[in-house]
């Protein structure tokens, strides 16, 4: 991004703006994980608009599931999202007394996974980075907010309840000074506030009844709660960075001239994984299959359509892992639906569901003999083993109709952006999260097909983070997972090179001195003929002219020889003419200086010599004038 | 963690005496294309600080958990300035003017897709 920000550049700071935005997503949606210390936990995909003469005019983020989870749970040794850090370390006092921010240390959701800090990473300082990023793109009003929102998201999790030993909850009073906080910070009703942490709403034969919760599920409304705010706001970022990208003129461009970078969460195997590593290992399967779609089965069917022999090879594509997840009847995502529909769903009966549809698929889905709530994917990139515990909960977007009214009517601006009134408060069925999930990828698929692809493989040397330590056995894993052998193996079989005949005619053109025009099959011909190489290396198809990588290395050196003959040529030429003009000013000189000594009046010798003042070269007869 | 057992891995792993001495910029020019001489071209590389290594039209980033300065602007310019790209040594930067000329040559949207695992550098990678 660095790179075509630079080289492009813009007449309207857009390359500026987009590379701001960085910044501000990396802190709402980077964390650090015990594999990464910063982990983004949101697949993002940007799309960058060029006009025709290579200017950047405007950009596209599109965010992908962020784990939001991980608001209000860590694992240990995470961390939150660094944002949270950030203001608590990087705001004034003053400043954090007005938005009600405490230290680190007094925040549950901060300190459960007992880390807090980063080893060589600055929260204060890079909050002065996030906050100017923020001021510029998002509006220094809008950053006001958010802080607000971010320091409400906070102190709910603090929010301490009692349970009243009869299935009802109420808030401690403790928590009374918390409450009242985190009302003003989201300017929403208070009563309305507190009655709806407790209770819920059901609706039986058609009118509406408000009934308490137990302990328990006031924590995870709370949680619940908590997250979706967050999510939302994440979401809503976004939506202003685009619009300060001018993302709806990219869309109104029919002319498409975009380059779109994937930066989406890697493989991930932890200790314990769970629907949210599920999710993450999902859609680096899908690209897994863009990648091998691309290499393999597009790189064959350009040759057979172009009529090339080639040699096939055998490769292994991961269709039945993707099926097994994804599949619209018997995929893990269908059945885990069905479940929610399901009043007393149960993750147990949910794996049995899943392992009695899948019979078939022994060889990438097994159960664990010792735990039954376990089962084994075993992914392209390796076997993970996920417990299946919670799979039903977390698919559920879930939240309060109530709450969200509440939050709606809110008075801040942004709040209400979070939680626009045009929403369905009704329970409709709202779709699980799994099946938003793979609408999108499904849809970023779609746009991927019909772009030009460049792969970027990106492998880790060793899992201590460290320089300068180099680990083969996990390097080479990497290597044979990606593919990264066998993708070598069909290159080299295959002919990475091709060019329309008309484009390798313009290219290379200047190769063959006799080239007089054409760009047809036989206009091609005529260049290669002129080389000093077996061309029969070059393999002429019906519409491209494939070859390898040997062959292009030749003809670029071949073009690179031709075109500096032919600068030295032009040269030559340019100096031969600057030389015979400079000659014929010398000569009618002569003429002059000749004249004005027969004359040899001082004024007609003194506009002589100013005359001669501007020429390269001095001639004699110049100095005997003088 | 993984299927195949390390053993089975650390057997695999021989080096022909050739592969110790060098190492290429593009995998394409490895005389064989086993594992054990991509392996070694790339774990060659990363220890001369060449954390970049192309196949073709792929290119492999192996993360060095540091900042080298191969990011600076006249890097960039280098780049730019490169007639093509295969004369300079592989780099991320190449991609990004690969994927520039290609869309200026033939208005087809193009896409740079960063994979690997988590904590494989993708997101320092896409910032660059």
Known sequence: ?626 | MFTISEKMHKKSIKFSKKSLQNYVHDLLMLDESNEANILYNIKNRFSKKRIYTRLGKILISVNPYKLYPVYTPDVVEKYQNARTVNQLPPHIYEVAKGAIEELIMTKHPQSILIAGESGSGKTEACKQ
């Open chain 1, 1 to 626: 991004m660095q790179y075509l920000a630079e080289v492009a550049g813009s007449e309207s700071d857009m390359e500026k703006k987009l590379l701001e935005s960085s910044p501000i997503l990396e802190s709402l949606g980077n964390a650090q994980t015990i594999r990464n210390d910063n982990s983004s936990r949101f697949g993002k995909w940007s799309e960058i608009y060029f006009d025709e003469n290579g200017k950047i005019v405007a950009g596209k983020i599109v965010d992908y599931l962020l784990e939001k989870s991980r608001v209000s749970h860590q694992e240990k040794g995470e961390r939150n999202y660094h944002i949270f850090y950030q203001i608590c370390r990087g705001l004034s006092q003053e400043d954090k007394k007005k938005y009600y921010i405490l230290d680190v240390e007094d925040y549950k959701y901060l300190t459960k996974s007992s880390k807090t800090k980063i080893k060589g990473v600055d929260d204060e300082q890079n909050f002065a980075e996030t906050s100017e990023a923020m001021e510029r793109i998002l509006t220094r009003e809008n950053k006001d907010n958010l802080i607000r929102i971010l320091s409400a998201v906070l102190l709910i999790g603090n929010i301490e309840f009692i349970d009243n030993q009869d299935d009802s909850t109420s808030i401690s009073p403790s928590s009374a000074d918390i409450v009242s906080k985190i009302s003003k910070l989201l300017c929403i009703n208070e009563d309305n506030f507190i009655k709806f942490l407790t209770t819920k709403r059901s609706v039986a034969s058609g009118s509406e009844i408000i009934s308490n919760m137990n302990l328990i599920k006031t924590e995870e409304a709370r949680h619940g709660l908590s997250r979706m705010i967050y999510h939302r706001l994440f979401q809503e970022v976004v939506s202003l960075i685009n619009e300060s990208l001018d993302s709806k003129t990219a869309a109104k461009s029919s002319k498409r001239r975009y380059i779109g970078v994937l930066d989406i969460y890697g493989f991930e195997i932890f200790k314990h994984n769970s629907f949210e590593q599920f999710s993450i290992n999902y859609a680096n399967e899908k690209l897994q299959q863009h990648f091998v779609k691309y290499t393999f089965k597009t790189e064959e069917k350009i040759y057979e359509e172009d009529g090339i022999d080639f040699e096939k090879i055998k490769y292994k594509d991961n269709i039945l892992i993707l099926d097994l997840i994804e599949d619209k009847t018997t995929g893990i995502i269908s059945i885990l639906d069905d479940e929610l529909r399901i009043p007393q769903s149960s993750d147990e009966r949910l794996l049995n569901k899943i392992e009695n549809a899948n019979q078939d698929k022994r060889e990438v889905f097994s159960r664990s003999l010792k735990k039954k709530e376990e089962f084994t994917i075993m992914h392209f990139a390796g076997d993970v083993d996920y417990s299946i515990n919670g799979f039903v909960e977390k698919n559920k977007d879930q939240s309060s109709g109530n709450m969200k009214k509440v939050l709606q009517n809110s008075e801040m601006e942004l709040v209400q952006r979070l939680f626009p009134s045009s929403e369905d408060t009704k329970n409709k069925a709202t779709k699980s999260l799994a099946y938003q999930f793979r609408r999108q990828l499904n849809s970023l698929m779609n746009t991927l097909e019909d772009t030009n692809p460049f792969y970027i493989k990106c492998i880790k040397p060793n899992h201590h983070k460290s320089p300068d330590e180099f680990d083969p056995i996990l390097v080479l894993d990497q290597l044979r997972n990606t593919r990264i052998v066998e993708s070598l193996e069909i290159v080299q079989k295959g002919f990475p090179y091709r060019m329309k005949y008309n484009d390798f005619a313009a290219r290379y053109k200047v190769v063959n001195p006799n080239y007089n025009g054409g760009n047809s099959k036989k206009a091609v011909e005529l260049i290669l003929k002129k080389l000093n190489y077996d061309v029969s290396r070059f393999k002429l198809g019906h519409n491209f002219i494939h070859y390898k990588s040997e062959d292009n290395k030749y003809i670029e050196a071949q073009r690179n020889v031709s075109v500096d003959k032919l600068i030295t040529k032009v040269q030559n030429a340019v100096r031969v003419r600057q030389a015979k003009v400079l000659m014929r000013q010398l000569r009618k000189y002569k003429q002059i200086c000749k004249a004005a000594l027969s004359d040899g009046s001082i004024v007609v010798v003194n506009a002589a010599l100013k005359k001669g003042e501007d020429l390269r070269f001095i001639i004699k007869e110049h100095r005997e004038l003088k």
